[in-house]
């Protein structure tokens, strides 16, 4: 899509894109293969069409490939920060520190 295009969506349309993003397309993404080559479509309501960019009926298309591509270094990072932390509790004796939180009325995401 682009720098330019991102930075003039209306507010609206940023936001739902964004939780689109988050709620399907995060947590729906599988690193493999599919049968059949697969778009993934990310909502851009309002924004015109723009064959260049891929933006058609008011949606984003991205190829499998890109969307891999922008979740592959944040893995990558997530899967070293656990090794790194396991390999300090074996070194620890397997022992796992644990700080006192306050109370709090927070219960959490899906609680």
Do not use: C, H
């Amino acid at each position: 899509m682009g720098a330019e295009i991102y930075d003039r969506l209306k507010p609206k349309t940023r936001n739902m894109a964004l939780k689109y993003w988050d709620e399907y397309v995060k947590r729906n993404f599988k690193d493999e293969e599919p049968e059949e080559e697969e778009d993934i479509s990310v909502p851009l309501p309002g924004v015109a069409d723009d064959e260049e960019k891929r933006i058609e009926g008011g949606f984003f298309m991205m190829r499998r490939e890109e969307v891999k591509t922008i979740f592959e270094p944040v893995v990558s990072q997530v899967i070293k920060l656990v090794d790194e932390q396991v390999e300090g509790i074996r070194r620890n004796g397997g022992k796992v520190a644990v700080s006192s939180l306050p109370p709090s009325t927070y219960k959490g995401r899906g609680a």
